[in-house]
């Protein structure tokens, strides 16, 4: 009896997991975003080949966030990560207007995806310049 209310207990109140796959084209800023979300500050970076995967605590719950390399080579392997993916975070460099096509492209092509059907999006526009530091 106590094993059922502790186990109750601890869906109703105890830390709740959730699995983000991060994507978007190379060089959008991804594994910035990933370092400065799990240690609260900008890292030095070099391109993904493969993945990094963290795990970030807020509150109470505890996100396993999946940051895939962007390149064009290594996109058809986003679907391997699909599976199981609660939350999507597609990153696009904001900044890189000559590209903005491509990043529509690869997420409209993500979308239609069944896998992905239940997670819930979030568009990162990474990259924004304040009015004040833009050189016209």
């Known amino acids: 009896m106590g094993n059922m209310f502790a ?3 601890k869906n109703l109140f105890g830390k ?5 796959l991060m ?7 991804k594994t910035t975003i990933l370092y ?12 993904t080949i493969g993945f990094n995967v963290e795990t970030v605590e807020y509150k109470n ?5 999946w940051d895939v390399g962007g390149q064009d080579k ?3 392997l986003w679907r391997h990560y699909f599976q199981n ?19 529509r492209e690869e997420l409209t092509r993500m979308l239609a995806e069944d896998e ?21």
């Not at 994507?23 to 800023?29: K, R, S, T």
């Not at 993916?85 to 990043?103: H, K, Y």
């Not at 568009?123 to 833009?134: G, S």
């Open 7 to 9: 186990g109750l207990f």
């Open 16 to 20: 709740k997991e959730m699995r983000i």
């Open 23 to 29: 994507v978007g084209l190379d060089a959008a800023g």
């Open 36 to 47: 400065k979300l799990k240690l609260g500050e900008i890292v030095t970076t070099i391109p």
């Open 61 to 65: 719950i505890s996100f396993t966030v």
């Open 74 to 76: 290594i996109r058809p």
């Open 85 to 103: 993916t609660q939350g999507l975070i597609f990153v696009v460099d904001s900044n890189d207007r000559e590209r903005v096509n491509e990043a």
């Open 116 to 136: 992905l059907r239940d997670a819930v999006l979030l568009v990162f526009a990474n990259k924004q310049v304040k009015e004040e530091n833009q050189i016209l």
